[in-house]
């Protein structure tokens, strides 16, 4: 089975899975942990061990950061509530 997987603000690439595969196996096709991504079809959160019943998905990260040699990202960042901010 084809599918689009968009990463959110970094592209898109087609990949192909098998008939029985989950989300988890496709968020591993494109390079990514389940641990550090969401899978969004039509704008609504899949869970990973969901089976792929969409041609295409986003894919939201949750987290960057690791060395530019064993990750794909190359500055740490985090989405969502600022620590700072105390919320």
Do not use: C, K, N
Request: no cysteine; proline share 5%.
């Amino acid at each position: 089975m084809e599918v689009t997987v968009e990463v959110v603000g970094e592209g898109a690439e087609t990949v192909e899975v098998a008939p029985d595969a989950t989300y988890a196996d496709l968020v591993r096709a494109v390079g990514y942990s389940v641990h550090e991504v969401s899978v969004l079809v039509d704008g609504t959160p899949v869970p990973e061990d969901g089976p792929v019943e969409a041609d295409r998905v986003r894919v939201l990260r949750l987290i960057r950061g690791g060395s530019a040699e064993g990750g794909r990202g190359e500055a740490q960042t985090r989405t969502g509530v600022d620590a700072d901010a105390g919320g």
